[in-house]
Every structure is written in structure tokens, then in C-alpha cells.
């Protein structure tokens, strides 16, 4: 488990693994304020402890931080949870607006995924 850097990129592998104390603490505090004896189905919150095999599960969760070139006087900064291709679940051939990435789309993320498909 590791992070690297480079002026405009940060990258962190195994993200989950690394944060799972914190991911373990927030499911607590949330099944602190759920109130018991709702109808219907709820899953337990408590997450189980870190194993081995747990953290090998979790290391496809490498993400990366990418600061763009500012856009019209905005910084732009891109979250790349991509980190494992192979997992074909962060993948989508849709913008935000629900067109088609590279027909016509108009809406304000187009710019991003022009730069993103470049």
C-alpha cells in the first residue's frame, strides 16, 4: 500500500485497504443513527475485520488525483477511480446530461470527457 506523486498527480493504491479503519468508524456512526425495528430489509453496517485476504480483495481500489489545466478561470482537478480496468465497473459510454460521449453533448462536462477520450 503506497502513494506516489508527482506535481499534478496523486496516486494511492489500494485506497480501501489503506482507509478501511475510517470506512469501519463511519459504518458505525451510521448504524448508530438508523433507528432499529424498521420495516423492511436492512443490512447489518459493521464491516469485518481487516484480514489478509480482505485486503487482497480490496486491491483493485487504486484511485489517482489529476489537476487539469484551469477551464475559463476554474481549476479543474479529475478523480480517476480507474485504477484497475479490469474491473469494468467506472467505465460508461454516457455523460452526466445521459448523451452519448462525443455526440453532440453540450452539457458542462463534455470539455472533461473531450480531454478524458483524448
Known sequence: MSASQTSRTVRV???L????DRAREAARL???????????????FELPPMTEDLRHYLAVS????HEL???QGHSL???NMMGNPGT???VSSHCC????????????CSLLWQWVLA
Do not use: K
Open 77 to 79: 482537478t479529475l478523480l
Open 13 to 15: 493504491e489500494n485506497v
Open 30 to 44: 451510521l448504524a448508530a443513527q438508523i433507528a432499529p425495528g424498521r420495516p423492511g430489509f436492512e443490512p447489518d
Open 88 to 90: 469494468r465497473t467506472t
Open 97 to 108: 446530461c445521459g448523451s452519448e460521449v462525443g455526440l453532440n453533448c453540450e452539457c458542462e
Open 17 to 20: 485497504a489503506r482507509d478501511y
Open 62 to 65: 487504486d484511485v489517482s488525483v
Open 69 to 71: 489545466d484551469d477551464y
